[in-house]
Structure formats: structure tokens, C-alpha cells
């Protein structure tokens, strides 16, 4: 992946971070066509990509990648609704960019034409946490179905040319490893949000650092929050093992305030 030639990609789903991702692309050479819900026509003028109001059209287009920058939630229902019979390019490559990753493999293999080829990503970032570039930034992938090996690689290389740190791993694996990171990150600022903690004139550096997990949490919808849960099968262990965790804390601190408070036997 040390070159890499112009691609034709297309991104169904321009909100933020389809925007975000597109900037870079384009002053990486590439061409880019975008199709959303919302009429993104002004946004894609100004950044010189050919916006189609009609999926149709778009799907016409002869892309050479589709990249989905859908929700996770509504993934589902975005990929249906595309007329995949209509692809002029029968190999094209569809990736998506979901912070789970088993649920949109299993969608995109059960519903793509056998010809299509399949990228599973997830950019551990966004607009703000790369808005000052990507470098050692994480990008996760799986090769779910790739035959055409030179698109996929001049794909990579968009992450590649930004110094990433490009980590291969398989689906199953990500969403394990995600269960007990991302989920419980976002579970545990949600519950501090719901706690309502504020900063106090005598706060701790470890406070504090509660305070911006609370903060950078809640800047995240609650849409990706249950789409963590509802689309991760490992999610729902990690929720009750963090319960079970903090009961057994709570159950440890009442034992040790029981023998402190009784009485000293001589």
C-alpha cells in the first residue's frame, strides 16, 4: 500500500462524519458522489462532490467503493432501501464505518450480490478527535470478502497516507474487545450524567478527568449509546458485569463498616 491510484467512492449517509471522512479523501485526489435522507446539495457543491437527491442514480453512478455512514440503528433499514440491482459495477466494494462490527458484516452478506466485496472498518476517531489530523490514530478493518485486492488496498491507503495505526482484526473480536471498552465507557458517563455530577471548587485530577468523561460522553447521541448495546451480543455480559462489580463493592464496604462500628472484643 506504498501508492495508490484515484478511486470513484461513493457515501450513502453525509451527515458529520461523512463529511469528515470526505474532506480527506478529496484532498487525497480521490472522487467522491454522496446520497443522504438530507438535501446536502449546498454542503457538497462547496467541497466539490456530485450530490444525488435520487438513490437510484447514485447507485448508477459506477462507483468503485460505497461507503455506508449510516447509524448504527438505522443500517438496516438504509442498506434495503438501496437498489442494489442496479449496480453497473457488480464488484464494488461496500464498507462501512459502525462502531459494532458483527451486525453490519452479517447485513452486507446477507444482502449484497455475491460479487460485491465486503470491508468492515472502524475509524477509532472523529471530528473532533481528528480535527487536527489522523496520525497514530487507530483504524480497524476486516477483510470480510475481498477479491479485488487493489481496490481495497488503495481504500486502506486513504488511512494509510495519514499515518493511522492500522489494525487488522476480525469482527467477532472487535466487538468483544469493544464490550469492555467503548460500551462501558459510554456506560459509565451516561451514569454520571444521570447522577448529575457537577465540578466542585475542591475537585481531583481524577475527578476531573470524571467530569470530561462525563462531558465527552453526552456529546454522543443516545442513538449510538443503545446501538452500542442493541447491536453488540457482548455488550449485555458487560452490563451486568459491571453491575455485579459495583454491587459486590457496595456488599465490601457495608462488611467493612459493620466491623469497624462493632464492638472490640478485649
Known amino acids: 500500500m506504498s501508492s495508490s491510484r484515484s478511486l470513484k467512492i ?4 453525509f451527515g458529520s462524519f461523512g463529511q469528515f471522512l470526505a474532506k480527506t479523501m478529496i484532498k487525497q485526489g480521490h472522487t467522491l458522489t ?3 435522507r438530507t438535501d446536502y ?3 457538497c457543491l462547496q467541497l466539490g462532490i456530485q450530490f444525488f437527491r435520487d438513490v437510484r442514480t447514485f447507485i448508477e453512478a459506477n462507483n468503485d467503493v460505497i ?3 449510516t447509524s448504527i440503528l438505522s443500517f438496516s433499514k438504509v442498506l434495503s432501501s438501496l437498489p442494489l440491482s442496479c449496480l453497473r459495477r457488480p464488484k464494488t466494494l461496500f464498507v462501512d464505518v459502525l462502531s459494532v462490527k458483527e451486525h453490519p458484516r452479517d447485513l452486507l452478506l446477507r444482502v449484497l450480490p455475491e460479487e460485491s466485496d ?11 478527535s481528528g480535527k487536527d489530523g489522523w496520525k497514530d490514530l487507530t483504524f480497524m478493518y476486516d477483510k470480510v470478502r475481498i477479491r479485488d485486492e487493489d481496490t481495497c488496498s488503495n481504500l486502506l491507503h486513504v488511512f494509510v497516507s495519514e499515518d493511522c495505526r492500522m489494525l487488522q482484526m476480525s469482527c467477532e473480536e472487535h466487538d468483544k474487545i469493544a464490550a469492555k471498552s467503548q460500551f462501558i465507557t459510554h456506560t459509565v458517563g451516561r451514569t454520571l450524567a444521570e447522577m448529575n455530577i457537577e465540578s466542585t471548587p475542591i475537585d481531583t485530577k481524577g475527578f476531573q478527568t ?4 462525563k462531558d465527552t460522553t453526552m ?6 449509546y443503545s446501538g452500542l448495546f442493541i447491536c453488540n451480543r457482548f455488550a449485555h455480559q458487560e452490563l451486568e458485569n459491571l453491575q455485579h462489580a459495583l454491587h459486590k463493592v457496595k456488599e465490601t464496604l457495608i462488611q467493612r463498616k459493620s466491623e469497624e462500628l462493632s464492638p472490640k472484643q478485649d
Not at 10 to 13: L, R, S
Not at 210 to 213: A, E, G, T, V
Not at 219 to 224: E, K, P, W
Open 67 to 69: 461507503l455506508i455512514c
Open 34 to 36: 454522496a446520497t443522504s
Open 219 to 224: 456529546r454522543d447521541s443516545f442513538d449510538l
Open 210 to 213: 470524571l467530569i470530561q468523561l
Open 118 to 128: 465486503i470491508l468492515c472498518t472502524h475509524p477509532m476517531f472523529g471530528p473532533e
Open 10 to 13: 461513493g457515501i450513502v449517509g
Open 41 to 43: 446539495t449546498h454542503s
